[in-house]
Structures are given as C-alpha cells and as structure tokens.
C-alpha cells in the first residue's frame, strides 16, 4: 500500500475524534444543519436531539427490516458513532405514525423516477414531491406522446380564502362538482386534495365530452393556513404558490389547445406543482427532466432564462420560472460523437444545463444479473449503439431465455426500462378472450386471459387502459385481415421462410411496406371457450342469415326459414329438430310446410325471431352483429355451420385444387366470417368485388331462371390444409355439400399445402384521429387483435423505481481498519435493504419493485479517506493532474482495491438478506449521491468530491430571525443579508435586522480535518483540473458503483475541449461513463457565495472572533429558548441531498417562513 510518513503523524492520528456534544468539533456546520433539517419538533414544540433522531428511526428500521439482535446493535452503533447512516429521508419520517401507513412508503426513499406516459404520472410525480422524494421523469417522444391531445381551453377562477373554513369542518379529499362545461373543484386540506386538484386539471384539459372550452372554479376555502402544523409529515404548512398553481398550468395547456403537449409543456407543468411544494413544507423540490437527444425544445428550455430589462435589470422570465426547479439531461441511445460532447461540455459550462446521458451504459448496469461479464456486457453494448433499444432488447430476450436462474424473469421491456414503445390499437379491434372474443371498448379496466397461439394467458389488472388520442393507421391485407393501429404498434413480420422453417421480427406498423408478410395466430390446438350461445342456436342463426328472413307479424316478429334443392325436405326436418331443441318450436304437423309456388319447404318460428333478436338481429336489419360474433366456441362452430350450409360451395378438384367457398354482398359479414374461422384455426381470403353489381340469372318463384339486379359480390375461401381443419371443427350438416367435401379431400392424392398462418400487407393507409388503448399480457408480450399477432404496451410502467440509500461517511473510518470499513458498509447494506420489505399502493411502483428492486449503498468523504490513507504525496499527484506514473498507478491500484472492497461487502449483505427473507436479489446496490446535507454533519467533503478549498467560509442560508439561525448568533457565528436582498440602488445590504431584509445567511468558518497535514497548505485544490477530477470520478464508477456517480465536475473555459473529447473517448471505449453534471469555474470574487476560500491566518482569526462573540456554551439550550418564543417553521431534507438543496429560490415576504 502507498502511504507517507505524514500519514501516521499525530496531525492525522486524532483527525475527527474531538466532538461539540453530539457532533464533531470539527464540523460546525453540524448542529445548524441537523436542527433545521433532520430534526422533528416535539409535541411541546422542543426539538430532537441525534440521539432522539436515532432511538426513533432505528427502532423502527429495526422492525421492518427484521432484524436480528446482532444486526440491530451494528446498524445502531455506526449510525451513532455518525460513520454509517440511513437516508435522510428516512431520518425524517422513520419511526412516526405517518410512515406506517402504505400510501406514504414513499416518504422514506430519497429516489424515485417516472416515465411520464398519463395523466396520473404527473399527479405522482406532485404526490412524491411532497413527501419529500427527488423526483426523476423521462420526458422522451416515444412516452409523452402517449398523452391525448388538449381539447378543451381552461378559464379558471380561483375563490374561497385559504383557512377560511373552521379546521373541524375541512374535508380532505377533493370532490369536483360539474353542471354543463363548468367545473367546480373544493381542493382538500390534505396531499391528496392538492394532488387530486391539480390531477384534474390537466384532465380536464383533455376531456373529449366538453365542448371546447371548460370554466373552472378552484375552491381553496378548506386549505389549512400558512404556520398551522402538520402533524402526520412534520412540519408545517405553507400554501403560499397554492393559489396561482391553478392558472399558471392553465396558462400552458390553454397553448396547447388542438395538439398534443411538447416536452417542455410537460416539463413546466411538473415543475409548476414542484415550485407549489417548494413554497410549502419540504425545502426543496430535487427533480432531473431526461430529454431525447434530438429534441431541439428541451435541450434550449433553459437558454435565455434570465432577460435584462431596458433599464438593465435582469429579470428571469416568469412563464419558465419553473423550470430552475430541475436539472435537464439528454439521453443519448446511439454513442455521442467527439463534436457533440464537445458541445454538450460548452453548453453546460455556459447554461449549467444539457448532460449527455449514453443509455447503453445505463440499461447495462440495470440488467447486471443477465449482463455479468466484462465480454457480455461488451457485445450487449455494441448491439445497443448500432441497433438501439429495440435490437437490446432482442438481445436481452435470447439471453435471458437462456438463463438457468430459478428466480421469475422480469418482461424484457421493463430490463431495457424507459426506452420501449407504446403500441396502442382502437377501441373496435376484437380480441380473442378466454370468454369469447370482445372489442377492446368492452375489456377497458378489466383484467382477462387472452389467446396466443391457442394457449391462454392473463393481461395485467388494468386490462386494456386508454393511452391517448392519436393518428391511426389501417393495416389491410391482400388477404382481407385488417387492423387499426397507431404507427408505433409492432406487429409479427416473416422475414424468412423455408420449407421446414419460419423467422420473424418485431417491426413497427408504420415500416410495413407492399409484399411485406405478417403473421396471423395459429388457433388449432386451442382449449375450446365458453360463453353465450349454443351449437343449435348458432346453426340455426347462420342459416337464418344466409337463406332467411325476418319480418313483422300482427303478433310477434317472425323468423322464416327456406329450403330447396334437392335436399330441402330432409334439410327442413333437421331444421325443425333443431329448432325444437332450441327455442321450443313445436311443429303443428309432423312434416315441414311445402311452398307450392315458391317450390321448397318453408319453417316460421316466432321462438327463432326471439333468438335473433337477443343477438341483434331484427327485421330489416337482418346482419352480421357484435353480438354473434362475441359468443362461445360451439356458437362459432354451429353458425358458420349453418351459414355454410345455406351459401357456402365445395368447388374444385385435383388439377386445380379443392375450396370451400361462402359468397355474400355484404363485405363487413365475409370479415366477422373470416375472424370467426380464424379463432377456430381456419385460415381464408376474402377476394372482394368478385362479381361486380348487375343483372344476372337467378331462379324466380317457379324455379326458372329469371333477370335480377344484384349488387356487387365478394367471395371468401378457404383452401390448403385449412380445409381439413373446416371439415373437422366446422362442416357441412347439408348432405351434399358434406358429401361432395369428402370425396374430394378423400381421393386428393397429394399433401395439402401447409397453412403458415401468414398474410401479405396491401396497403397501410392514415385513418383518421381517434381514442386509442393499450393492454400488457406479461410472459408472451403480444395478443390476437383481428386475428394478427400484435406486441401488447407493458410499457405503462417503465421503469418506475424507488431507490432507498445509505451513507458511510469514511472521514470517520481508519483507511488501516479493515474490520471496521466492512461493519461500515455493512450497516449500510443493512439498513438500505430493510426497506425492501415494503409493498406499494400504487400498482406500478409495486410491479417495478417485484420486477427490479434497487438499493444504494452511498458514500461521502473519499478525498479525506484517502487523505488519511496516502498522504500529502497523494495530493500533490493529484494537482499534478493524477499523471500515469509509477506512484500514480500504485495510488490507482491502492484506489481500486478499497473500492472494490466496499462493493464486495455491500453485494454480499445485501444478497445474504434478501435470501433469508425470500426477497428477489437487487442486481445492483452501489451507488454515489451528492451528499451535501448529511456530509455537513461530519464535516466530510462531499461525496468522492475534493472540498472546495483546506479552509473557507460556508455560508447557509435561512429565514431571517429563524431560530436556529438565532441560535447561531449566540454561538458566535455572523449573520449577513442574503444575496437577494438589496437596497433601492441595488447594492447587497449589510445590516441582517434591517426591514428590507428577509433571507439570511449565517457564516461558518470551516476547516477540513487534514488541513494541517504537513505539506497540504502548498497544495490549491480549487486548481485540480477538470480531467484530473474525471480520472478520480472514472475510478468510482468502474469499480465502487453499480448504479451510476453522482458527478459535479468544476471546469475552467480553456478545458472545454479536452473534457469533451474525454467524455467521447470513455463512451467510445465503454468505460462506464453515463452521465457527469459540469460546473463553471471563475477566478474572479463574488460577494457572499456558499462557498469563500480563506487561509490560514483568516480561519483562525475568525474562529477567534467566533470564540469572543459566543453568549451561550450549548447551541441546543439557545435553539429551545427561541423555539419557545418564535412560530413554527418549515422544516425536513430535500429529496436530494446536494449543497444547492440548502440555497432557497425566494421566500414570502414579511413571513418568518422558511422555504
């Protein structure tokens, strides 16, 4: 191991171990933090101590996790000792009544991510927001576009003052009231009211049953006030961005009227709700927007954002406000080129905003249980840059049909996550169900099996969901199949056939072209179905369509049935039995009547009309309806039976081959007949305008031929091999042509052509813009929609996750003790998996948690372990800019083995727990979050991040006369104005308790715990190159994290270049590189930042000045004393625990609110 004399000295020895009460001597940023953050109020107003904080959560980590004793006392003892700790998340809401309850499990995880594909994944998205969660939304093409158009203009007025209603009288829930094209919303004092309000808002939006135009009234009268305590979160309320929430996201679906949202509409409208949240209780909404990489709207949403006025005030533009609430990623699913990161790094250097985020790596590491050698994972990311999604995903199915592992395979759709499409087909399309074939309008939000191939499979519990309003496309065949479908819709294409063989591949509709061939579902070996109807019922209604007729009696309807040729006596007798069997017939004379004029046998049954009419059939209106066609496997059987009987022929022979014919003038009856067929595993073609309109010869009523005008025919056939599925399911009850059927397939004297169950497209047509509904059938990933084998839309839920992390905070671990970095880590592992055990409300949480539970395990304080570990040498390599020397590559290797190390333990806990609890294995649990709040507590630089500086001054930020600010002042530390309040000149003020002030900042001098290292004065960490940053960052992600590193990597204007062209080099030689967020450097001063370097001799002076100005030896007892005179303030950790979650956008003016 590298190490340098220095490393043993005394300066290093005692690093941390002094301690201000509950929190290192070193780290005075640790109390006012802690306070303002993690710490609850009492039901006397006090506030937790750390020792409180611990007792409540870890208790109940404790219990959910199922802990064993031993377990318990490690987690609890590094937590304590502050060297391994849950998240912050869980910090605030463990061990209260509030997160006991399963619809606020999400409360505890500091990550989720939504794919944004309906309405109800905004309303989430505000859900998770304000309880607290970072929130992640894939705003790409292929998933907003699944959202229906905006119809409707909102004029919306909001009424009601907010806590004008008594608290005893408020309702929590959100009932919406509507009379006409008004719409009235009472918004409940509760999550779920706010969240139900703004939900159906943008519903609304979109409503095809109002006219237009909606005027919304918003009753805000039940909404709690502003300082009145939430008792179930923590904390209290805050509505003050409530009101205008309701005509800032009208104001951008009004713009939208007539077409569907950009990506930056939907951007603005999650951040609207998320600035609504920021002005409530939590401190900060965290959010990330992943945008397409070509998409032009999202890559420029934040350039301009903030304008300068004619008097040369700069103004941020206040219609895209809202979007500073997240940062904005591009995902790449091809590999970058060297000129495109280039400008991605210019872009970010300038803007702050547009990462390249490469996909490939991503989806990779997300499937490391399939994708678990260095040799696949490199084929599996050659296949995704040159093939893209679709191609990984094919490569992932035949990998993980191959897998030996006993586990339930997640669907390869969820494995490649937010980058499948979005089929959608319309409302009449019939499905064949395990209930009998049903249009898709009747299976909306009901679960059912469904045939493949003949063989039943179960959809998901939503059954068929609406997906949107779309641009359909017809999908006509030559053979007369046909289907209407979005573009996007994958069907079954043979690319290939031999006589033994058949290959296929998935492809979009839209790419179909003229003499491309589909596939149909093969149904001959399937499990017959029940439902309505009976063989004798179906016999008797396919006849009555084919040769009889309805008609209205002085009585009742009546039904008539005809038979002639040379067969009608014996056809009427098997008529009347049947109908006797059926519908009671009760014949006055044994014998059918005979109809002298009309030369055959005639039967009337009212019983039959009765029958019809139950199907749908009535007088004039004697056709082919829904109601026939959605009936049981014998109905089916009987009635092509009984139409056959009545139209069909029996034509050809040897030479020219042997069919089975049925001709009708009525084209939509030969496609219901040829579906009816097809569920029965009999393929035919329909040859329409066989027979154009015109006079021909057809018997009159003395059985002479005789001129009629007949209108066009279309013929359907059945042939090959299908023929003797017909005789052998379907078949003739007419004696003749049963006859003439078995003579001929019986003398045939070669094979019947094989069925492959293919047609052939025609054409592919626009058709219109309609409502359009998705379905997911997991396992097979497809259905029978009009008879072809169409992808199902398991795409609904994408990768919808919950994240729960740990930290370890390795400034407080000896790099020299191994034992005790792996009861570290595994603390850690522990207390990160303990929360596997929950089980979501929401149905796409819960799926994405059976399908692909995560965790991650994080850390902060690298640079000071390796400080410790390596010594001044080690610094000075790194300003050196980490170069590939001898001591550099024993540092790297010195480096990679710690790394490693911790990855190992964590794996191994985690996997060891989730197998003693019957839990499916996370495939990955490293990860490296920003970790700027709770690095604070141990006064760790943040993350794997170098500090900013060896001492400097760190300025926090809080409501002016908030009380751990108060509490601050008397422990000596200065108070200044923020950075936003100015004097009429706009010159920053200096005094903190003048009027115009309401932010403050308190300043705390900070000193890292090796700063007196012998030789670290020399060296200027604020100089550390951006590539040498990258290096560092680069050896994180290879070998400590699974998931992905957090990275904020400072940069000067003269890197630009360079940087690019490493990012392009890493993504070009799969290194593991996804995603890096980048941060301007500027030399030049400015006024009150976060963070100010100083030296030695000004820490020191100020730290003196601290030590004379304090009034108070304990900060908790000054903190108790203000707490008991002051009001309540907002309180709790942001989502995400970066430094800039600590600087607040804005605070209401003339409030003691913090933000």
């Known amino acids: 191991?590298?190490?340098?004399?220095?490393?043993?000295?005394?300066?290093?020895?005692?690093?941390?171990?002094?301690?201000?009460?509950?929190?290192?001597?070193?780290?005075?940023?640790?109390?006012?933090?802690?306070?303002?953050?993690?710490?609850?109020?009492?039901?006397?107003?006090?506030?937790?101590?750390?020792?409180?904080?611990?007792?409540?959560?870890?208790?109940?980590?404790?219990?959910?996790?199922?802990?064993?004793?031993?377990?318990?006392?490690?987690?609890?003892?590094?937590?304590?000792?502050?060297?391994?700790?849950?998240?912050?998340?869980?910090?605030?809401?463990?061990?209260?009544?509030?997160?006991?309850?399963?619809?606020?499990?999400?409360?505890?995880?500091?990550?989720?991510?939504?794919?944004?594909?309906?309405?109800?994944?905004?309303?989430?998205?505000?859900?998770?927001?304000?309880?607290?969660?970072?929130?992640?939304?894939?705003?790409?093409?292929?998933?907003?576009?699944?959202?229906?158009?905006?119809?409707?203009?909102?004029?919306?007025?909001?009424?009601?003052?907010?806590?004008?209603?008594?608290?005893?009288?408020?309702?929590?829930?959100?009932?919406?009231?509507?009379?006409?094209?008004?719409?009235?919303?009472?918004?409940?004092?509760?999550?779920?009211?706010?969240?139900?309000?703004?939900?159906?808002?943008?519903?609304?939006?979109?409503?095809?049953?109002?006219?237009?135009?909606?005027?919304?009234?918003?009753?805000?009268?039940?909404?709690?006030?502003?300082?009145?305590?939430?008792?179930?979160?923590?904390?209290?309320?805050?509505?003050?961005?409530?009101?205008?929430?309701?005509?800032?996201?009208?104001?951008?679906?009004?713009?939208?009227?007539?077409?569907?949202?950009?990506?930056?509409?939907?951007?603005?409208?999650?951040?609207?709700?998320?600035?609504?949240?920021?002005?409530?209780?939590?401190?900060?909404?965290?959010?990330?927007?992943?945008?397409?990489?070509?998409?032009?709207?999202?890559?420029?949403?934040?350039?301009?954002?903030?304008?300068?006025?004619?008097?040369?005030?700069?103004?941020?533009?206040?219609?895209?406000?809202?979007?500073?609430?997240?940062?904005?990623?591009?995902?790449?699913?091809?590999?970058?080129?060297?000129?495109?990161?280039?400008?991605?790094?210019?872009?970010?250097?300038?803007?702050?905003?547009?990462?390249?985020?490469?996909?490939?790596?991503?989806?990779?590491?997300?499937?490391?249980?399939?994708?678990?050698?260095?040799?696949?994972?490199?084929?599996?990311?050659?296949?995704?840059?040159?093939?893209?999604?679709?191609?990984?995903?094919?490569?992932?199915?035949?990998?993980?049909?191959?897998?030996?592992?006993?586990?339930?395979?997640?669907p390869t759709w969820h494995r490649v996550q937010r980058y499948g499409l979005n089929p959608c087909v319309t409302a009449d399309t019939w499905i064949h169900t395990g209930d009998g074939p049903r249009q898709v309008k009747d299976l909306i939000g009901k679960q059912h099996s469904t045939y493949v191939n003949g063989e039943l499979f179960s959809t998901t519990p939503e059954g068929f969901f609406y997906s949107g309003t779309k641009p359909v496309l017809k999908l006509v065949t030559q053979e007369g199949f046909s289907l209407r479908l979005t573009g996007n819709h994958r069907v079954l294409k043979v690319i290939a056939q031999t006589p033994k063989a058949q290959y296929t591949e998935w492809v979009p509709a839209e790419e179909l072209r003229p003499g491309d061939r589909i596939l149909l579902h093969n149904h001959r070996d399937l499990t017959p179905w029940d439902g309505e109807g009976t063989w004798e019922e179906g016999w008797l209604l396919g006849n009555l369509l084919g040769d009889g007729s309805l008609a209205t009696t002085q009585g009742n309807d009546t039904a008539v049935l005809r038979y002639g040729q040379d067969t009608q006596q014996e056809r009427s007798l098997h008529a009347a039995q049947v109908l006797q069997a059926a519908v009671g017939y009760e014949p006055r004379r044994p014998e059918t009547c005979y109809h002298p004029k009309l030369k055959c046998w005639v039967i009337h049954s009212t019983g039959l009309a009765r029958l019809a009419a139950k199907f749908g059939m009535a007088p004039g209106q004697k056709q082919m309806t829904a109601a026939l066609e959605a009936t049981s496997f014998d109905f089916h059987r009987g009635f092509l039976c009984g139409l056959f009987d009545a139209d069909g022929s029996v034509q050809g022979g040897q030479e020219k081959g042997v069919s089975v014919r049925l001709s009708q003038s009525n084209l939509d009856t030969l496609k219901a007949v040829q579906r009816m067929l097809a569920r029965l595993g009999i393929v035919s073609a329909i040859y329409e305008n066989r027979r154009p309109a015109g006079y021909r010869l057809l018997p009159d009523s003395k059985r002479q031929p005789a001129p009629y005008a007949c209108k066009v025919q279309h013929e359907l056939v059945i042939s090959g091999d299908n023929l003797h599925q017909f005789q052998a399911v379907v078949g003739f009850r007419e004696p003749r042509k049963a006859q003439k059927l078995g003579e001929l397939l019986g003398s045939y004297q070669r094979r019947l052509n094989r069925e492959w169950f293919t047609v052939t497209v025609a054409a592919l047509e626009p058709d219109g813009v309609e409502p359009v509904y998705d379905c997911t059938v997991p396992g097979p990933s497809c259905f029978d929609a009009n008879g072809l084998v169409v992808h199902n839309c398991g795409e609904i839920i994408g990768c919808d996750f919950h994240c729960n992390l740990a930290e370890i905070h390795l400034n407080r671990l000896d790099p020299h003790n191994r034992q005790e970095q792996e009861e570290a880590f595994t603390a850690g592992a522990l207390s990160a998996a303990a929360l596997l055990h929950h089980r979501f409300v929401e149905p796409r949480f819960q799926r994405s948690r059976e399908w692909d539970p995560i965790v991650g395990v994080s850390f902060t304080g690298l640079f000071d372990f390796c400080v410790k570990a390596f010594g001044v040498d080690w610094l000075r390599w790194w300003q050196e800019g980490r170069p590939d020397t001898p001591l550099g590559r024993e540092f790297k290797q010195q480096e990679r083995e710690y790394l490693s190390f911790w990855k190992e333990v964590v794996h191994r806990v985690v996997w060891d727990y989730c197998d003693r609890h019957g839990l499916r294995r996370p495939n990955r649990c490293t990860t490296v979050q920003p970790a700027g709040t709770k690095s604070l507590l141990t006064n760790a630089s943040p993350g794997w991040h170098p500090p900013k500086a060896q001492r400097y001054i760190r300025r926090i930020t809080f409501a002016k006369n908030d009380p751990v600010a108060l509490a601050c002042l008397d422990y000596g530390y200065s108070v200044v104005p923020a950075q936003s309040d100015k004097d009429e000149n706009g010159n920053l003020l200096n005094d903190p308790f003048d009027p115009r002030c309401t932010e403050w900042l308190v300043e705390l001098p900070v000193e890292v715990e090796w700063a007196n290292l012998p030789g670290a004065e020399e060296i200027e960490i604020e100089r550390f190159s951006a590539l040498a940053q990258f290096d560092f960052y680069m050896q994180v992600q290879k070998y400590y994290t699974t998931h992905n590193t957090s990275a904020t990597l400072e940069l000067r204007e003269d890197e630009i270049e360079a940087l690019g062209s490493r990012i392009y080099e890493a993504i070009r030689d799969d290194e593991g590189y996804i995603s890096a967020a980048l941060l301007a450097r500027f030399d030049a001063p400015f006024p009150r930042l976060p963070f100010e370097k100083i030296d030695k001799a000004t820490y020191e002076r100020l730290m003196a000045e601290v030590k004379q100005r304090r009034k108070v030896d304990n900060f908790y007892e000054a903190l108790a004393r203000y707490d008991r005179n002051l009001a309540l303030t907002a309180e709790g950790p942001a989502g995400c625990d970066a430094l800039g979650c600590l600087m607040p956008e804005a605070s209401p003016q003339g409030e003691n609110l913090s933000r």
């Open 1 to 410: 191991m590298v190490q340098s004399k220095e490393a043993h000295s005394p300066a290093i020895q005692g690093l941390g171990m002094g301690s201000l009460g509950e929190f290192p001597a070193t780290a005075p940023a640790a109390a006012p933090v802690f306070y303002r953050t993690y710490s609850r109020r009492r039901p006397d107003s006090s506030r937790e101590t750390w020792s409180d904080v611990c007792d409540r959560t870890l208790a109940d980590i404790a219990r959910l996790g199922r802990f064993t004793p031993q377990e318990r006392e490690l987690v609890e003892r590094l937590q304590r000792q502050l060297k391994a700790l849950i998240s912050g998340r869980a910090l605030w809401v463990m061990g209260t009544d509030w997160i006991q309850k399963p619809e606020n499990y999400s409360g505890a995880y500091n990550c989720t991510s939504l794919t944004v594909v309906d309405w109800r994944s905004f309303g989430l998205m505000m859900d998770l927001a304000m309880m607290g969660c970072g929130t992640g939304a894939v705003l790409e093409p292929q998933f907003i576009n699944r959202l229906p158009p905006i119809l409707n203009r909102l004029q919306v007025q909001v009424v009601g003052s907010i806590g004008a209603t008594p608290r005893h009288s408020r309702q929590e829930h959100t009932p919406i009231q509507r009379q006409g094209s008004r719409v009235h919303i009472q918004v409940g004092d509760s999550r779920r009211g706010w969240v139900e309000s703004y939900q159906a808002l943008l519903e609304l939006a979109a409503d095809p049953s109002f006219g237009g135009q909606v005027e919304v009234t918003v009753d805000l009268s039940h909404v709690r006030p502003a300082g009145e305590r939430l008792k179930g979160f923590g904390g209290v309320a805050n509505p003050i961005k409530l009101p205008g929430l309701y005509q800032r996201c009208a104001a951008i679906l009004n713009k939208a009227v007539g077409r569907q949202l950009n990506s930056v509409e939907c951007c603005l409208l999650i951040d609207e709700a998320a600035a609504t949240v920021v002005a409530g209780n939590i401190r900060r909404s965290a959010g990330m927007r992943q945008f397409a990489a070509d998409d032009e709207l999202g890559s420029s949403a934040k350039d301009n954002l903030w304008q300068q006025d004619e008097q040369g005030n700069w103004r941020i533009d206040p219609e895209r406000d809202a979007l500073r609430m997240a940062n904005h990623t591009r995902v790449f699913h091809r590999k970058p080129t060297r000129e495109e990161c280039i400008a991605a790094v210019r872009k970010q250097f300038y803007s702050g905003e547009g990462a390249i985020q490469w996909a490939g790596e991503a989806v990779a590491r997300a499937n490391a249980d399939l994708i678990n050698t260095p040799e696949l994972k490199r084929e599996f990311l050659n296949v995704y840059a040159s093939e893209g999604p679709e191609g990984a995903r094919r490569w992932i199915e035949e990998r993980q049909a191959a897998s030996s592992s006993p586990s339930v395979q997640p």
